[in-house]
């Protein structure tokens, strides 16, 4: 039988982690542009971003072969370190796309077009970096850090398509003024018809790894998959966050030091 803290201590790590790692990197931004020197402010973010890209990628390969719950855990905190390099770089405005301006009065396919112009450097980073991180560890032992990365990328990718169909909250205050012309490209509105069913499907999907966690045989299958149940949990919660009345920096005020920028 599975022991209640070889499951519960995995959630409260993964919810920990996830709100302290995105404080950290709201706070490396300077969302207002009032810094005297931007190149200052970008360079210490992308040397923050290159040492978490270092140990992450380090610690894909050197976790693969092991099959403990220390292993699960190091594992998932690598592929969280990689992820955080493409987080950083995005808002920090070095690895976006082609596109840096407002959305042109167009429709359709022509602004999907658009909008994928805007953000196409930054979805071939995540590309490369997921292959870093998925090859060396998807047929190993320890395939933690590749679950964890899929579950991100994959997430990730639903939120955008929300956004740009149309949500609520568009988690605006995240944005640097410097990259507060995106809002052009997303759509406000209630609720999409892609909504419900990319929060079903992912529902679905975390439920068969709770259950996996709950019939684990082993300390590390049983680590394993509750981490990557949880980082699934919570993105589904930062799914609904975008449909619910309730702004999503309040979860962060600490991290966003000057309150979130004016609308242009």
């Known amino acids: ?14 919810v920990g982690l996830w709100w302290l790692s995105t404080g950290l990197i709201l706070r ?40 403990t719950p220390a292993g699960a855990y190091l594992a998932f905190v690598s592929a969280l370190l990689v992820w955080s390099w493409q987080e950083l770089t995005f808002l920090l405005g070095l690895v976006t796309g082609p596109n840096r301006g407002p959305c042109p009065e167009v429709r359709g396919l022509r602004r999907a077009w658009h909008a994928f112009r805007a953000i196409a450097h930054h979805e071939l980073a995540i590309l ?3 292959l870093a991180v998925i090859l060396p560890s998807w047929n190993a032992p320890n395939s933690v850090a590749a679950q964890t990365f899929v579950v991100l990328w994959v997430m990730r990718i639903s939120a955008k398509l929300n956004l ?18 995106l809002l052009t490209y997303f759509s406000r509105r209630s609720i999409n018809l892609f909504f419900p069913f990319s929060v079903v499907i992912a529902s679905l999907f975390a439920l068969v790894v709770w259950a996996e966690a709950l019939g ?3 300390p590390y299958e049983v680590a394993a998959a509750s981490l990557v149940g949880t980082i699934l949990v919570l993105a589904i919660i930062e799914h609904i966050l975008l449909v619910v009345p309730f702004p999503p920096d309040s979860l962060w005020r600490w991290a966003l030091k000057s309150g979130p920028p004016h609308a242009p």
Do not use: C, I
């Open 216 to 218: 684990g045989q082993s």
């Open 1 to 14: 039988m599975t022991s209640p803290v070889h499951l519960w201590l995995p959630f409260f790590f993964v």
């Open 164 to 181: 740009f169909l149309g949500v609520k909250n568009f988690y605006e205050a995240f944005l640097p003024v410097s990259l507060r012309y």
């Open 28 to 67: 490396l931004v300077d969302r207002e542009g009032t810094q005297r020197s931007a190149q200052g402010v970008q360079g210490r973010g992308l040397v923050a971003a290159s040492l978490a890209l270092v140990l992450g990628l380090s610690g894909v390969v050197l976790t693969r072969e092991m099959t």
């Open 128 to 130: 490369l970096l997921g």
